[in-house]
């Protein structure tokens, strides 16, 4: 049976292996540091999904606030294991999501996905998401 708790400065471990799967580069310790920080922060979250005492995935939450748009949640990253994949997991963590979002007085759900991520975009259209738009992310290092 699948249990979704928040997660915790312990499951730095498992997180960073789960991180490492999507396809970036932590170690416990920073995800430990970063799971510290984003505790402290209103309008964060971040969920695992546990099978018995394994962690099969996380799905990680902000709020989107801005002037020129009603408050949304997003979602920020959401991985599951490759061996819990297909087995509802990664739906029981959007579900949970949205609850939370919910409970935060929000009303829609965003999330973004890299364009090269097709089972993940079919997992998310066949979870009710609809595409909005393509856009550009450009980032500046300071």
Do not use: N
Not at 73 to 100: H, T
Not at 105 to 123: D, V, Y
Request: glycine fraction near 8%.
């Amino acid at each position: 049976m699948i249990t979704i708790r928040p997660v915790s400065e312990d499951d730095a471990t498992e997180v960073a292996r789960l991180t490492g799967e999507l396809g970036y580069s932590a170690t416990p310790t920073e995800i430990a540091e970063r799971i510290a920080r984003q505790a402290k922060v209103p309008g964060r979250a971040v969920f695992v999904a546990c099978d018995a005492e394994q962690i099969a995935g996380y799905i990680d939450l902000s709020t989107e606030m801005h002037l020129h748009v009603a408050p949304k949640a997003r979602i920020d990253g959401l991985v599951v294991s490759e061996s819990a994949r297909g087995k509802g997991v990664g739906a029981l963590l959007c579900r949970y999501a949205e609850e939370w979002a919910r409970q935060q007085g929000l009303k829609t759900m965003m999330l973004t996905s890299r364009s090269t991520r097709e089972r993940a975009h079919a997992f998310y259209e066949r979870d009710g998401y609809r595409r909005t738009k393509t856009s550009y992310l450009f980032e500046k290092d300071l």
